[in-house]
């Protein structure tokens, strides 16, 4: 039972170049969230999605593209990647909404990403 | 809006000694309460939650947490630290809105003195 994965772990982005982070949960899971830690400033959520097809934007969208095309997959796309999103990205997955009902969330490991 | 404030951005702590961390929150109604650990290179781990009832909730690892509606706080405490409890921490609210996910205070990190 692999839970949440998140591929890649580490990754070195030069300005303007792009790439996308996969997510992928076994756990039938509806809910999908992509988050963003920097240090001082916890986490700040990037966009999430409340079922297949469906994609919302969170507190700090800009720069950031998603799709949940599968329900199991949460991709987070940059186009063109700039320093300021260096950072280390975590995806997490829940049964339900954790705001509507409190349910518990599943947190990947996180992908360390450098933009040079 | 909804929003979270750890006072403490480190703390340390004796090995053997009580702890208690810090979390006030911001909403108009009943939050849904969490903390979160984070070990150095991991992802975040639930310690406990509150939904409603018993303001005093129980969670793994030996932590637990009161809701006190009066103050807008939650804070964690355990009473005997471990080494192992070295960690970042941090406290989340959920409001009462579909598809709106937590929003975590910046984190509280605990060092542990031997």
């Known amino acids: 039972n692999a839970g949440v994965t998140q591929t890649p772990k580490f990754r070195v982005l030069k300005t303007g170049q792009s790439m996308t982070l996969l997510c992928a949960q076994d756990?039938?899971?509806?809910?999908m969230y992509w988050y963003r830690q920097d240090p001082g400033m916890g986490l700040r959520l990037i966009h999430y999605?409340?079922?297949?097809?469906?994609?919302a934007k969170g507190e700090v969208p800009d720069g950031y593209n998603v799709s949940r095309l599968k329900k199991q997959n949460f991709l987070l796309g940059l186009e063109s990647a700039a320093p300021s999103q260096t950072s280390v990205y975590f995806c997490?997955?829940?049964?339900?909404?954790?705001?509507?009902?409190?349910?518990?969330?599943?947190f990947g490991q996180g992908t360390r990403l450098t933009v040079v | 809006a909804q929003s979270v404030t750890q006072p403490d951005i480190h703390i340390t702590v004796s090995e053997g000694a009580s702890l208690e961390l810090r979390c006030n929150y911001s909403?108009?109604?009943?939050?849904?309460l969490f903390w979160y650990v984070q070990s150095p290179g991991q992802g975040l781990q639930l310690l406990l939650k509150?939904?409603?009832?018993?303001?005093l909730v129980q969670g793994i690892k030996g932590f637990e947490a009161e809701f006190k509606r009066s103050q807008s706080s939650f804070n964690l405490r355990k009473p005997s630290v471990h080494w192992s409890d070295a960690a970042e921490y941090f406290c989340?609210?959920?409001?009462?809105?579909?598809?709106?996910?937590?929003?975590f205070g910046k984190g509280t990190t605990l060092s542990v003195s031997s």
């Open positions: 997490a997955s829940s049964w339900g909404s954790w705001g509507l009902d409190g349910t518990e969330a599943f």
């Open positions: 756990m039938n899971h509806e809910y």
């Open positions: 999605s409340v079922g297949e097809g469906t994609t």
């Open positions: 909403y108009g109604a009943t939050p849904y």
């Open positions: 509150y939904f409603s009832g018993d303001t």
């Open positions: 989340a609210v959920g409001a009462n809105q579909a598809g709106t996910a937590l929003i």
